[in-house]
């Protein structure tokens, strides 16, 4: 029989450290478009921050789910007939790289108003905006791509390849669209000067995300399909 | 003490905010709560449906045909609405009964106060998740009133059955439609509500309150949504999937050369192996969203009425979370004589044999505990016991199904309703009785009345050992389950034995009204609650009032000192040490 | 009240024993080479389960009698050895229990599935409709006609679909709606749903396997005893899934050559 004395409750490493924030985020972490700050140091991660992997995490899961339905479905059925893949996707492709890149030159500037550096010159929300633009641009295309593959006759029906071509690119494109409306409210709330910190590095993870999720996906549909 | 104001939003004083799209994760607890229970009435009553017809198949049961014309033309069920029937009573009492009421509802309530927060992190997806859940519901109750009814292809929603539209037999058209969009709907719910849990549990705790110092029921609900997670993560595209071949011509579950009422059907090439191993890998798990909750619950409210710790906190935690882990590996057991091939039936039969390793540790450290406690009896306690024994049984019969040999008698027999029932079904509706009986001074600042749940108590554990344990000796004489009537001539000796199950199962359905009736009156008229009824530890008998204010503890944060379950403590004041208290014990219990 | 609560569960699990020691409600005799297996096994099983079952349900009883008439100046006891003892019993008795369960079991599973059928084994076809079993015997020339889903007509009896006109190996083939079967010959039964899934369960054979629609399984069994068993199906079809039966006769030798002439001479 084990004789502890409990310890102290372990809250950080000072005493006088503000408990770890809660209900709504707290409010502390807000970043002033001005670039007057308030930084809050000793913050526990900020609950988007931690809630953001488990939303990647689960759309891992339904996107894996998917994949091995196609693997399965390849192996099932003698009707597996190889399409070739619009090549706007590629042009598509490079758009949403472009896109997240635009977001993460925005995302520095922010981060520079955080650290203290004042810089006149630096206008995140313009880079937000691109990036929020080349999103809706990337979603465009895909529809473009949509459009091209029923030119040629194929629809969700016609064969399971085509099938999975709409099903997947639809339910990413789905994704991304949830993605530009986070981006959407982070514009939003940067010319408010409402932004949290760990909204804009949550909406950044997410929206990279989608990148890498997209290139899975071609992949994917130009190694099966 | 270490407590620090908080700053909250003002609480809201428009009606629709405070209790119809209300952020507060206390009413959105309630919410879920009040779901549940008209959930549970609505399925107890198809089961009552479906009992008389199975244990009369010609009784008119009068007024049922105002429901359906042609599913009870006058009041007489048709094998095909028996299977409606049967169809929607699993899939409400799997989907918004268990996985709402022990997690849902339960764990909104109490894991942010259990874990010291004043709410959710994303009080709008919380909101989300519950209205997105009952979206879900209506929509499936709403296939009781369109076209020809709700489906009858099982809630495992089997394809091709499933996903070859109304040519399969009636509900399969509408009916299939408006099932699978609304447990796709119930998915997104869910995973919201998932997103909140996990967030809340990893970044809520309030100081001093560390992962181990979580009380049981927080890191059941913990584990829950990480299963909830990715299980309901897997269901919802092949829900999608499934609305897809149905309305949309599409063949991902249907082969080719199908001939269906006469008529080839236009598809090709799917694979009808396919929609099950999706949907069990989701369903395994499912299993286990509704049970570990259950366990969560049943740990935590037996502590205060042990007036001692469990054996031993992490022993208890490390098997629940080995159970969610084992439950992805096993989930081809459903599957056996599915014609997946015979080599995987045996992998899949191993893990599923090893499941039970956690189990039984489960289970005895709950016996193990209860060796030499002060058992306290009052109604969360029997109901927490009467779960032990009730788990303890349906437990063991996996045993059985968890072989592939014996599975070729077992498979689709009643043995597997009985097993299925009682661990899942049973067991986690003792669970739900027990957090109720528990937790209801807290949630309305009264208590319960104790000789109304001590009665409902008796009625339904005997009833449901009653209802329940033949199933398994019909299973055992080859009686298959989803049987509208029975023709054959080997099940006839068996109907005595039906007719005992539905008389039993009238009166255990009767008996859960005495309990509505208790939560009712108790609601309004029942004693007023002390501040500590049980003389529990953990948080949430720390909160100013019952119910606690709306920031949960009254504009300061607690702050935490103890392991929870802290009961019978030598050298302490009294027998047991809040979670809050600052008092310096030693203990000698499990401390870490 | 708690001392009442010990006796239910004691009297509950001694009731629930009651039947399954005394055969109430058993399974039909075996009829197969293959269920003795299954059926040691299923003893097995329920030797270890009921004695796990009694066991712990008669502890719990007892701890519950025990343990609720402590008194609240009465110290709390620690289960000796703590929770390390039952870790380490939950892995030796359980896991050892288990294992063995299933190592035994794999014998009596691979007896069914991972053996192939001999090639003397009797081939028959057996294809599950909604709501209905059909069968069909190659006839003399061994050898099944190709299946022409198109040709699928209820009301001319081409339950199979075969071209009868155009198909050599359909000319002899003999199609029926009643299975029989030579007692103490290899049946190799080739399994093929037209529609849905199904399921082929004779509890007496101690055979269940589902139909696959879009995938053509097998299984193979030996009969042993001369009867007329039921063929029923347990995978959910449909409104008339519980109506869907066939019934299977176990001949002998010379029965069933006589019961095949007369259907060829039906076709």
Redesign the interface.
Known sequence: ??????E????GRE?DS??????????RNLIPASGDLRAVKRY????????IW??L???T??F???T??LV??Q??????RHLTLPRVLYLNTLVLFASSIALEIGRRQVRAFFKGVKDRAANPARWLSIALFLGLLFVAGQVAAWLQLRSRGLY??TG?NS?FFY?LTA?HAVHVLGGLGGLARVIRKLKQSTLRKSTLDATAHYWHFMDGLWVYLLWLLWMKL | M?D?P????APPTSFLRKHVFSLDHKVIGKQYYGLALIAVFVGMILSWLMRIHLGWTNLAIPGLQLLSKSGAPGGII???YY?QLMTMHATIMVFFVLTTAPFAAFGNYFLPIQV????M???HFNMMSFWVTFIGFVVLMSSFFVGDGPT???WTQ????SA?GAV???G?GTGVVLWATAIAIFCIGQ?LG??NF???T???????M?MWRLPFSAWAWFITSIMG??A???L???C??LI?DHV?????F?????????Q?QPH???????WQ??FW?FGHPEVYIAIVPGMGIVSHVLTPNL??PL??HR?MVYSMGALAVLSYMVYGHHMF???MN??S??VF??PT??I??PS??V???W???????????NSPS?FA?GF??MF??GG??G??L?????D??L???YFVVGHFHLVMGVAAMFGIFAGTYFWFPKMFGRMMNETLG?IHF?LS??GA?CIF?PFH??G???N???????????LQP?IP?HRFITVAAVLTGIAQFIFLYNLVHSRFWGKPAPENPWEATSLEWSTPSSPPPF?NFGGK?P?????PHQY?VEGASA?YVMQTSPE?????H??? | ??KL?AV??LL?AIG?AI??LRH?????PDISTHGT??DE??SD??V??GI??LV??I??AF??WK??S???S?K????PG??KT??W???LL??TE??A??VF??K??AN???TPPSANALPIQVQA??FAFYFRYPGPDGTFGPVH??M???ATENFF?IDQTNDADSKDDIVTAEMAIPVNREIHLLMHA????H?F?V?EL??????????D?SVHFTATRIGRY?I????????????M?AYLSVLSAQNYDDWLKKQAALQ
């Open positions: 029989m084990a004789t502890t004395v409990h102290p409750p372990r809250a005493d503000p408990p770890r924030p809660s209900g709504n985020g707290g409010g526990s991660p900020p609950p988007a921050f931690t809630g488990v939303v995490a689960s759309i899961m339904t894996l789910a998917f091995s339905a399965v479905r192996g099932s059925g003698s009707d597996w969700l029906a399971p099938s099903v339910a | 270490h620090v908080v700053h909250h939003h048709t094998p095909e299977l010291g927060a004043e709410d992190p994303f009080p009858l292809g099982g089997y394809a091709p059955l070859v399969s037999g009636p399969q995973l998932s997103l996990i967030t809340t990893l970044d809520m705790r309030t100081r001093g560390s997670l990715t309901f993560a897997v919802m595209p092949a999608i999937l897809l949309a011509g599409t063949s991902f249907v082969p080719g050369n199908l001939v269906i009422n006469g080839i090709s090439g799917g694979s009808t192996l396919l191993h999706l890998f007036r001692r054996l031993s022993v004589v599915s014609g015979p080599v039936s045996l039969s191993f044999l090893v039970t390793i039984t540790i289970v005895l450290i016996m193990g505990s209860l060796y030499g406690a002060k058992l306290r009896i029997l016991l032990i024994s303890i049984t063991i019969s045993f059985f968890a072989q592939p040999s014996i070729i008698m498979h689709a027999t001590k008796w554990f005997v050992y344990m000796y019909l055992i004489a080859g298959v389950r989803r049987y509208p009537a029975f023709t054959d001539d080997y068996l034995l920031d944060l702050t935490v000192y103890h392991d019978g027998d310096q014990i030693k203990s000698g499990d401390e870490a | 009240m708690a609560f239910t569960i509950i629930s039947p399954i109430t409600w058993d399974a039909p297996l299954i096994q299923m099983t329920m270890e389960a796990s079952f712990s349900q502890l719990l701890f519950i343990f609720s402590s008194r609240p009465d709390i006891k620690t289960f703590g929770a039952i870790v019993a939950a892995f359980v896991g288990v294992l369960l299933g079991g794999v009596a599973w069914v599935y991972l409709e909604q889903p198109e699928i007509n209820g679909g037209k529609d849905v899934g399921s369960f509890p101690r055979v269940q396997q589902d139909f696959v629609p879009g995938l399984l039921e029923v199906c347990t995978q959910l079809c449909g409104l008339g899934h519980y109506n039966k």
